[in-house]
């Protein structure tokens, strides 16, 4: 039973560009248009999946017109620090920034850490295994990381060491029982699915 998930970067907000934790707002026109372009060259799948962040939601209409919001694909919530700046918080609590720089349990102060993000996103593979379909979902650079981590099943630890562009592509195919990387960081065209 072959089946088939592509996770998709949402366009990044102004705020995210300039380094600060992102709250919910709009995503940045540029690279909404650079997805629009790109979904014209995306084959067709079963079904659209979106985080609930209205960045991603913005990105996900460029793919499709029906779409489903899934918290499971919501970005980690970086609680108390949502919103400010990775130079500001360097200067007022860089003990608590360092910890989680350095280790996926630490958390920002009423935030998530990323061993918790990557429990949430392993569920959401889990339960996704089985079904004969392909599903796009368009999320966040850390689900993306936790994924690809999930898939492999590799150290948490590694996650800094995978860089997720927007507006790029992650393939993963599965076969019922587990899921398996197929492509990561593609950021151009993909071939159509011939219509039978």
């Known amino acids: 039973m072959a089946q088939r998930l592509l ?3 949402c366009a990044p907000t102004a ?5 600060a934790f992102p709250l919910d707002d ?17 084959r067709r799948f079963d079904s659209v999946l979106t985080s609930p962040a209205l960045r991603a939601r913005q990105t996900a ?12 694909l919501a970005d980690q919530d970086f609680g108390d620090w949502a919103g400010r700046d990775l130079a500001g918080l360097q200067e007022t609590d860089p003990a608590a920034l360092g910890a989680w720089l350095s280790s996926a349990d630490a958390a920002p102060p009423g935030g998530e850490s990323f061993a918790q993000l990557c429990r949430r ?9 089985g079904r004969a379909e392909e599903t796009v979902a ?28 927007p507006l790029s592509r992650t393939e993963f195919r599965g076969d019922g029982r587990r899921w398996m990387l197929r492509s990561t960081g593609v950021t151009g065209a993909e071939p159509k699915r011939a219509q039978s």
């Not at 705020?15 to 380094?19: F, H, K, L, P, S």
């Not at 709009?26 to 372009?37: C, H, K, T, V, Y």
């Not at 209409?61 to 499971?72: I, L, P, Q, R, V």
């Not at 999930?150 to 996650?159: E, K, N, P, R, V």
């Open 121 to 129: 996103v392993d569920a959401f593979m889990t339960g996704l295994l």
């Open 61 to 72: 209409e460029a793919f499709a017109s029906a779409m489903a919001e899934d918290a499971a």
């Open 138 to 165: 368009i999320t966040h650079p850390a689900v993306i990381r936790a994924a690809i981590l999930t898939a492999l099943g590799a150290s948490l630890a590694c996650f800094a060491r995978i860089d997720v562009e």
């Open 15 to 19: 705020a995210m560009r300039r380094g």
């Open 26 to 42: 709009p995503a940045d026109a540029r690279f909404l248009a650079r997805g629009a372009a790109a979904a014209a060259h995306l």
């Open 7 to 9: 996770l998709i970067c």
